[in-house]
């Protein structure tokens, strides 16, 4: 998360994982997750990711399909033999240009999962790439690697997403990206799967229960499980063409392993549940066996395993991703809380105490030094950052949460570790204008956000905060909160609370509680664009347009940085044609 939720599932919590735990062993059924396993090789279809300026991850699932008396290879069940699978990539979509090929073993170590890292390519070059096994070939997937070509500035442009809940409501957002022909990658950006089941911990609109289920059906726990559970990913339709149209930028967040996790722990981890270590390593093992993700260079300093890295696109700028989950210290807690995550500022010294203290750390000092030196020492015009929770500070009006006068803000997020926000904006106020400007893209609040960077009074940059693809946002909690009046009602509410939000923080710009959907970056020597595309507003005739796999999100509203400012400003209309290609 993320976005509070509601109490009442704090309660129920216990019980579902009581259920899990109890649970018999699965029988692997032909439901959605496995599904393709019996459907030839590659029923998971293909993906890419990771563009450097010379290489790029190539992805597939290859089944070996089940001899008589052997069980089915399904995702997550151990099975199956060792087979060769072939990769070609090419210039052409015929492979009549091939520049690369060869050949790999999978096995059931990995879940049957192929991962190459294409290397020799050359940068800003559209290319096509496919599998072949036992007979079969893979669908063709399209990527291209990132333009990054010293002294040569080229487009870039990207759709930002985050928080893609199975439950939560049909992919469309994935539908609409990969419709699009103009998009150097897709940037994810954490929450692309979620470890609820579908008990009493099910996320989500109830019109989808028994058409969008979760599996397995319960909360995720082992390495079997989160196989089962990216495999369900791999198999909805929109997940897989986004995947196959564009290679992806990906990085965890909490929901990867479990809900608003810190260094050792997570908040919807209990003590019944086996060791969190284990159930994390398990949760990373699946994530990088089913995610194009390629895992960096683990000479540079960090802690525990290295996953945050940087990208660059030659002299207009870089894109460093962040990794802010397995080294972060527990969040501050305030159990009288209206909203899960939620604290108070200015009641309790202790509070207080706790969220400033040094000692707190969101990514780890080593990651924060390297964070900062990206800033300072590349001589480029932009450093985006891919970033989980929100760096922007917020302060929440307690009379909103039905708290009287006080001020709230989410722990959760860098507000909850003041001191590195501070020591990271800092930095970046400090910055001379022949550093750059730095663009920060986050996700994780299911909500839609522009917003101004600042150290004290100093500007430090832009925030751009894209919506969830599926899950709930403030109007969904707010519809609930309410005793589901009609959705104008609860959108109207919505509204009031999102603007009493932006008044009370006038650094906000722009705060949308309502769409789900993506954003699109585009990023020129001049300016840094966003525009959000969002789901369209509920109404009686159509309360919850997740649940309608033919609604497509569509373009909203825009707001950009131009260069030199560090602020946000108004852009007049969404960005048109890329300036150039690539080869
Ligand atoms: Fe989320």
Same mark, same amino acid.
Request: include cysteine; hydrophobic fraction near 35%.
């Given at each position: 998360?993320?976005?509070?939720?509601?109490?009442?599932?704090?309660?129920?919590?216990?019980?579902?994982?009581?259920?899990?735990?109890?649970?018999?062993?699965?029988?692997?059924?032909?439901?959605?997750?496995?599904?393709?396993?019996?459907?030839?090789?590659?029923?998971?279809?293909?993906?890419?990711?990771?563009?450097?300026?010379?290489s790029?991850?190539?992805?597939?699932? %290859?089944?070996?399909?089940?001899?008589?008396?052997?069980?089915?290879?399904?995702?997550?069940?151990?099975c199956?033999?060792?087979?060769?699978?072939?990769?070609?990539?090419?210039?052409?979509?015929?492979?009549?240009?091939?520049?690369?090929?060869?050949?790999?073993?999978?096995?059931?170590?990995?879940?049957?999962?192929?991962?190459?890292?294409?290397?020799?390519?050359?940068p800003?070059?559209?290319?096509?790439?496919?599998?072949?096994?036992?007979g079969?070939?893979?669908?063709?997937?399209?990527?291209?690697?990132?333009?990054d070509i010293?002294?040569?500035?080229?487009?870039?442009?990207?759709?930002?997403?985050s928080?893609?809940?199975?439950?939560?409501?049909?992919?469309?957002?994935?539908?609409?990206?990969?419709?699009r022909?103009?998009?150097?990658?897709?940037?994810?950006?954490?929450?692309?799967i979620?470890?609820?089941?579908?008990?009493?911990?099910?996320?989500?609109?109830?019109?989808?229960v028994?058409?969008?289920?979760?599996?397995? %059906?319960?909360?995720?726990?082992?390495?079997?499980?989160?196989?089962?559970?990216?495999?369900?990913?791999?198999?909805?339709?929109?997940?897989?063409?986004?995947?196959?149209?564009?290679p992806?930028?990906?990085?965890?967040?909490?929901?990867?392993?479990?809900?608003?996790?810190?260094?050792?722990?997570?908040?919807?981890?209990?003590?019944?549940?086996?060791?969190?270590?284990?159930?994390?390593?398990?949760?990373?093992k699946?994530?990088?066996?089913?995610?194009?993700?390629?895992?960096?260079?683990?000479?540079?300093?960090?802690q525990?395993?290295?996953?945050?890295?940087?990208?660059?696109?030659?002299?207009?700028?870089?894109?460093?991703?962040?990794?802010?989950?397995?080294?972060?210290?527990?969040?501050? @807690?305030?159990?009288?809380?209206?909203?899960?995550?939620?604290?108070?500022?200015g009641?309790?010294?202790?509070?207080?105490?706790?969220?400033?203290?040094?000692?707190r750390?969101?990514?780890?000092?080593e990651?924060?030094?390297?964070?900062?030196?990206?800033?300072?020492?590349?001589?480029?015009?932009?450093?985006?950052?891919?970033?989980?929770?929100?760096?922007?500070?917020?302060?929440?009006?307690?009379?909103?949460?039905?708290?009287?006068?006080?001020?709230?803000?989410?722990?959760?997020?860098?507000?909850?570790?003041?001191?590195?926000?501070?020591?990271?904006l800092?930095?970046?106020? %400090?910055?001379?204008?022949a550093?750059?400007?730095?663009?920060?893209?986050?996700g994780?609040?299911?909500?839609?956000?522009?917003?101004?960077l600042?150290?004290?009074?100093?500007?430090?940059?832009?925030?751009?905060?894209?919506?969830?693809?599926t899950?709930?946002?403030?109007?969904?909690i707010?519809r609930s909160?309410?005793?589901?009046?009609?959705?104008?009602?609860?959108?109207?509410?919505?509204?009031?609370?999102?603007?009493?939000?932006?008044?009370?923080?006038?650094w906000?710009k722009?705060?949308d509680?309502?769409?789900?959907?993506?954003?699109?970056?585009?990023?020129?020597?001049?300016?840094?664009?966003?525009?959000?595309?969002?789901?369209?507003?509920?109404?009686?005739?159509?309360?919850?347009?997740?649940v309608?796999?033919?609604?497509?999100?569509?373009?909203?509203? @825009?707001?950009?940085?131009?260069?030199?400012?560090?602020?946000?400003?108004?852009?007049?209309?969404?960005?048109?044609p890329?300036?150039?290609?690539?080869?």
């Amino acid at each position: 998360m993320s976005l509070p939720q509601i109490q009442r599932r704090t309660v129920l919590k216990g019980v579902a994982a009581a259920t899990a735990a109890l649970a018999a062993p699965r029988v692997f059924d032909a439901a959605a997750a496995a599904a393709p396993a019996g459907k030839g090789v590659f029923g998971y279809g293909v993906a890419s990711g990771d563009p450097t300026g010379t290489s790029v991850i190539i992805w597939t699932r %290859a089944t070996p399909p089940a001899r008589p008396g052997e069980r089915i290879a399904a995702p997550g069940s151990g099975c199956g033999r060792s087979i060769p699978v072939q990769w070609q990539v090419a210039r052409d979509e015929r492979f009549t240009r091939k520049v690369a090929h060869g050949t790999v073993h999978t096995t059931a170590d990995s879940d049957h999962t192929v991962k190459v890292d294409v290397t020799g390519l050359d940068p800003y070059t559209q290319y096509y790439y496919r599998f072949h096994s036992l007979g079969e070939y893979s669908p063709v997937g399209r990527t291209r690697t990132a333009a990054d070509i010293p002294g040569e500035v080229h487009a870039l442009r990207m759709a930002l997403v985050s928080c893609s809940n199975y439950t939560g409501g049909y992919f469309t957002a994935y539908r609409a990206i990969a419709e699009r022909d103009d998009l150097d990658f897709v940037l994810h950006v954490g929450d692309y799967i979620y470890e609820y089941g579908n008990g009493a911990d099910r996320y989500g609109p109830k019109e989808l229960v028994g058409v969008r289920d979760a599996q397995p %059906a319960t909360e995720i726990l082992d390495l079997e499980d989160y196989r089962l559970r990216h495999a369900l990913h791999k198999a909805d339709p929109d997940a897989r063409a986004a995947h196959q149209a564009h290679p992806w930028i990906t990085i965890f967040d909490d929901h990867e392993v479990a809900n608003n996790a810190w260094a050792d722990g997570a908040e919807n981890h209990q003590a019944n549940e086996g060791s969190y270590l284990a159930r994390r390593n398990a949760a990373l093992k699946a994530y990088l066996e089913w995610m194009p993700f390629r895992l960096p260079d683990q000479s540079v300093s960090h802690q525990g395993t290295r996953f945050f890295k940087r990208f660059s696109f030659g002299a207009l700028g870089d894109l460093s991703v962040l990794e802010t989950r397995q080294n972060r210290s527990k969040q501050v @807690s305030y159990p009288q809380s209206p909203l899960d995550g939620f604290v108070p500022i200015g009641v309790s010294p202790a509070i207080d105490g706790a969220l400033a203290s040094p000692q707190r750390h969101l990514p780890e000092p080593e990651q924060l030094t390297w964070i900062k030196d990206g800033v300072s020492t590349t001589g480029r015009r932009w450093h985006l950052f891919g970033n989980q929770v929100m760096i922007t500070a917020v302060r929440y009006p307690g009379s909103a949460l039905g708290a009287g006068n006080v001020l709230f803000v989410n722990a959760d997020q860098w507000d909850g570790y003041a001191a590195d926000q501070a020591s990271l904006l800092g930095h970046l106020g %400090a910055q001379p204008a022949a550093a750059g400007d730095v663009v920060v893209l986050t996700g994780d609040i299911h909500s839609s956000w522009a917003a101004d960077l600042q150290a004290g009074s100093t500007p430090a940059g832009v925030e751009f905060v894209t919506p969830s693809v599926t899950s709930d946002g403030f109007y969904e909690i707010v519809r609930s909160f309410l005793g589901n009046p009609a959705p104008e009602t609860a959108v109207g509410a919505t509204r009031q609370i999102t603007g009493a939000v932006q008044q009370l923080n006038p650094w906000v710009k722009y705060l949308d509680g309502v769409g789900h959907g993506f954003t699109v970056i585009d990023v020129t020597p001049e300016r840094v664009q966003a525009d959000f595309h969002h789901t369209p507003v509920p109404t009686s005739a159509a309360p919850d347009p997740r649940v309608n796999p033919g609604v497509l999100p569509t373009y909203t509203r @825009s707001f950009r940085t131009l260069a030199g400012t560090r602020r946000v400003s108004a852009a007049t209309g969404p960005v048109g044609p890329r300036t150039d290609q690539p080869r």
